[in-house]
């Protein structure tokens, strides 16, 4: 279906090659959260460079959905970008943290009537206490945060965890939630053992949404993309 590249950790991009079914399952695996429809307006808030917009793209239109396609130069103004959204009656909102907590600020010093009923995050460490604001702001407005972990390897998003007022104020850490129902999720050390809770090691991921390798580098798809050992 296409093909993204991504740097990771080592400065050198890497071709990720991502199917059609791995979309469509993705947006079936999650359903029972989101309960995405016609009636949805989204915006293709990032570059098609970035897999979220794989997210933002196919969940309005396999949904029958709006899709709002924001300007460079809009999406680089938080104020106009905050126009945009009550503008369109913009109902789900997908952003990075860092991008959100700027839109935050934009809102606190001219709010705007939004019709947001969910906004997902994703693409970076969310810092909850930085949402402490915007909770307090809309104590009966306030759509349902969401936030989702991924790499583009593993089709956008791997995990979900639903935000509150009270996980906002009480946690001290980002917290990244469960797996997505048809993905398998685990925490391993350097011998892709399981380590016990409350252990360091590393996130592995297995199912239907992992990607076929790396585009021209099967050596590369090798080492990264290992047997589930379990």
């Not at 685990?186 to 399981?194: E, H, K």
């Amino acid at each position: 279906a296409y093909v993204i590249y991504t740097s990771g950790s080592t400065g050198r991009p890497k071709g990720v090659v991502n199917t059609h079914h791995n979309v469509v399952r993705l947006f079936d695996a999650t359903r029972r959260w989101f309960d995405f429809g016609p009636d949805d307006v989204w915006t293709l808030f990032h570059s098609y460079a970035f897999d979220f917009s794989v997210w933002e793209l196919w969940g309005a239109l396999l949904h029958g959905g709006r899709l709002v396609v924001v300007s460079y130069e809009v999406s680089r103004t938080p104020g106009a970008f905050l126009d945009l959204l009550a503008e369109h009656g913009v109902t789900v909102l997908n952003q990075t943290p860092s991008a959100f907590h700027q839109l935050a600020q934009a809102d606190a010093s001219g709010p705007r009537r939004l019709a947001l009923r969910l906004v997902v995050f994703g693409g970076e460490a969310l810092r909850l206490s930085r949402l402490a604001d915007w909770y307090r702001r809309h104590p009966d407005d306030a759509p349902v945060l969401v936030n989702m972990y991924g790499i583009t390897e593993t089709t956008v998003h791997v995990t979900y965890q639903p935000l509150t007022r009270e996980l906002v104020t009480g946690a001290a850490a980002s917290v990244i939630g469960t797996g997505i129902p048809d993905l398998r999720t685990y925490v391993l050390d350097g011998a892709l053992r399981l380590v016990p809770p409350g252990v360091v090691g590393e996130l592995y991921v297995a199912g239907a949404g992992v990607a076929r390798g790396y585009l021209g580098r099967p050596g590369l798809t090798a080492e990264r993309f290992v047997a589930d050992p379990y």
